[in-house]
């Protein structure tokens, strides 16, 4: 018969003379009442809110940015504002909003991609008073392919963003012949050509205390490089978005930053305070090469020589030049049909997996990485495949930069089933590094990677 001592479970008839013994028996002195543990759910202070809260004044304000417009290819610079001594910015409150107008005449029907506060980037750039800090390149693809494994109660808060369906995006740019249900009708109607762009890829402004631009001596600077048009329009119909076709064109207009305040002397203080010395925690997103294959190509060598202090990721995406083709491009991301991948790290076999990785881990290491509650393992079989190889030791979430100390040269080899037909892949790879931005007497003086 089994029964329950304290957390172990034991057979009676087998060990009761073993817990009889001294060294199982509570102490002597044990008592009950000192840093007693009841569980979450009978706990006597147990409350499902904390009193004592701080009451702020809070404001959301729109500020319009000059240039109000941008065209396809052009660079927005866009500076944070100093504010008040004793107003900060509320984390993950900031982004930019904008008026999407498209043009042309020959194609009434046209309209613009899916997710499009990402896809309208292709790239950003962070500066401290124009010293760079951090740089993402392709970030129309990397930050699209992140998006799809948000969760769909993230998506639905992302609707701003773009994150929604063709015929609700056709009613937001005002297409003719829209169609869709309702409650698309009433987001067109009320969100119209009004889009976002997220802030949400600098920690700074996210995950750590109230932004103070007042307290910090150098000034943050974000680069914007927008997209040609191509990379954003939609024709309607496949000959209408033919590469002769150049009757599609884009202006953002009435390009404003948004975002929430809170006014408060004495957290004012505490924020200047801690800018006098402060780490803080930030993911680099480098776009290490993007690599052609042919489709029938069954073994890939993807040789990574780049020091890096803190590798957490890397992830390859592969992408069908057809499925990005001029006013017709797509989210899918294309399943590379792996056999078995071989990492080998200075010299030595078997990193990662003692033997070598297969085909059926690549869902088990991408959920390293991502929450299953966005993309199935079906989904990701066939439209939002990546590899990902996670070389950190923990998988704690709380845990920062225990990734690969990698300064030697890093050997990929993914063996795969070349596909049937002709054609080409782009092998898109992305380095995760886990790095620390550095504040030191109210200026930016570092960041490490």
Same mark, same amino acid.
């Given at each position: 018969?089994?029964?329950?001592?304290?957390?172990?479970?034991?057979?009676?008839?087998?060990?009761?003379?073993?817990?009889?013994?001294?060294?199982?028996?509570?102490?002597?002195?044990?008592?009950?009442?000192?840093?007693?543990?009841?569980?979450?759910?009978?706990?006597?202070?147990?409350?499902?809110?904390?009193?004592?809260?701080?009451?702020?004044?809070?404001?959301?304000?729109?500020?319009?940015?000059?240039?109000?417009?941008?065209?396809?290819?052009?660079?927005?610079?866009?500076?944070?504002?100093?504010?008040?001594?004793?107003?900060?910015?509320?984390?993950?409150?900031?982004?930019?909003?904008?008026?999407?107008?498209?043009?042309?005449?020959?194609?009434?029907?046209?309209?613009?991609?899916?997710?499009?506060?990402?896809?309208?980037?292709?790239?950003? #750039?962070?500066?401290?008073?124009? +010293?760079?800090? @951090?740089? %993402?390149?392709?970030?129309?693809? &990397?930050?699209? $392919?992140?998006?799809?494994?948000?969760?769909?109660?993230?998506?639905?808060?992302?609707?701003?963003?773009?994150?929604?369906?063709?015929?609700?995006?056709?009613?937001?740019?005002?297409?003719?012949?829209?169609?869709?249900?309702?409650?698309?009708?009433?987001?067109?109607?009320?969100?119209?050509?009004?889009?976002?762009?997220?802030?949400?890829?600098?920690?700074?402004?996210?995950?750590?205390?109230?932004?103070?631009?007042?307290?910090?001596?150098?000034?943050?600077?974000?680069?914007?490089?927008?997209?040609?048009?191509?990379?954003?329009?939609?024709?309607?119909?496949?000959?209408?978005?033919?590469?002769?076709?150049?009757?599609?064109?884009?202006?953002?207009?009435?390009?404003?930053?948004?975002?929430?305040?809170?006014?408060?002397?004495?957290? #004012?203080?505490?924020?200047?305070? +801690?800018?006098? @010395?402060? %780490?803080?925690?930030?993911?680099? &997103?480098?776009? $290490?090469?993007?690599?052609?294959?042919?489709?029938?190509?069954?073994?890939?060598?993807?040789?990574?020589?780049?020091?890096?202090?803190?590798?957490?990721?890397?992830?390859?995406?592969?992408?069908?030049?057809?499925?990005?083709?001029?006013?017709?491009?797509?989210?899918?991301?294309?399943?590379?049909?792996?056999?078995?991948?071989?990492?080998?790290?200075?010299?030595?076999?078997?990193?990662?997996?003692?033997?070598?990785?297969?085909?059926?881990?690549?869902?088990?290491?991408?959920?390293?990485?991502?929450?299953?509650?966005?993309?199935?393992?079906?989904?990701?079989?066939?439209?939002?495949?990546?590899?990902?190889?996670?070389?950190?030791?923990?998988?704690?979430?709380?845990?920062?930069?225990?990734?690969?100390?990698?300064?030697?040269?890093?050997?990929?080899?993914?063996?795969?089933?070349?596909?049937?037909?002709?054609?080409?892949?782009?092998?898109?790879?992305?380095?995760?590094?886990?790095?620390?931005?550095?504040?030191?007497?109210?200026?930016?003086?570092?960041?490490?990677?």
């Amino acid at each position: 018969m089994l029964a329950r001592y304290g957390n172990k479970m034991i057979d009676e008839d087998i060990n009761r003379e073993r817990y009889n013994n001294e060294d199982f028996r509570q102490p002597a002195n044990f008592d009950h009442n000192v840093n007693p543990v009841y569980g979450e759910d009978i706990d006597p202070n147990r409350s499902s809110r904390i009193i004592r809260a701080q009451h702020f004044k809070r404001q959301h304000v729109v500020n319009t940015i000059t240039p109000n417009s941008v065209k396809p290819g052009a660079t927005l610079i866009v500076e944070m504002p100093k504010l008040g001594k004793n107003d900060m910015i509320v984390p993950g409150s900031i982004f930019l909003s904008f008026n999407m107008d498209i043009s042309g005449t020959k194609d009434a029907k046209r309209s613009v991609v899916l997710n499009l506060g990402r896809k309208i980037i292709k790239k950003v #750039s962070i500066k401290f008073e124009g +010293k760079p800090e @951090r740089e %993402i390149d392709e970030y129309d693809e &990397i930050m699209t $392919y992140m998006d799809l494994w948000l969760s769909k109660k993230e998506k639905a808060r992302r609707v701003f963003q773009g994150i929604q369906s063709e015929e609700g995006l056709k009613h937001r740019v005002k297409t003719n012949g829209a169609n869709g249900d309702d409650g698309e009708k009433a987001i067109g109607k009320t969100l119209g050509k009004r889009f976002r762009i997220p802030f949400d890829f600098f920690e700074l402004l996210n995950d750590v205390i109230p932004f103070s631009q007042y307290h910090l001596r150098d000034k943050l600077q974000f680069e914007f490089t927008f997209n040609d048009a191509k990379s954003v329009i939609l024709g309607s119909t496949d000959a209408l978005a033919s590469s002769n076709e150049r009757d599609y064109d884009y202006v953002a207009n009435d390009i404003k930053m948004e975002y929430d305040i809170i006014t408060d002397e004495y957290l #004012s203080q505490t924020v200047m305070a +801690k800018y006098n @010395r402060m %780490i803080v925690p930030v993911r680099h &997103i480098f776009r $290490y090469t993007t690599k052609t294959i042919n489709k029938t190509d069954t073994i890939i060598n993807l040789p990574i020589n780049i020091d890096v202090d803190r590798l957490s990721h890397v992830l390859i995406f592969a992408i069908d030049p057809d499925d990005r083709k001029e006013f017709r491009r797509n989210d899918t991301f294309k399943n590379l049909d792996v056999t078995k991948v071989k990492v080998q790290y200075s010299g030595k076999p078997n990193q990662l997996y003692s033997g070598d990785l297969l085909t059926e881990n690549s869902y088990d290491q991408i959920l390293k990485l991502f929450d299953s509650n966005g993309v199935t393992m079906g989904e990701f079989l066939t439209t939002k495949y990546a590899l990902c190889l996670d070389f950190r030791p923990s998988l704690d979430l709380k845990l920062h930069g225990n990734g690969l100390k990698l300064n030697d040269e890093l050997k990929i080899e993914i063996n795969r089933v070349g596909a049937a037909g002709t054609g080409n892949l782009n092998l898109h790879v992305f380095l995760l590094k886990d790095g620390h931005l550095n504040i030191h007497e109210n200026g930016f003086r570092n960041i490490l990677i």
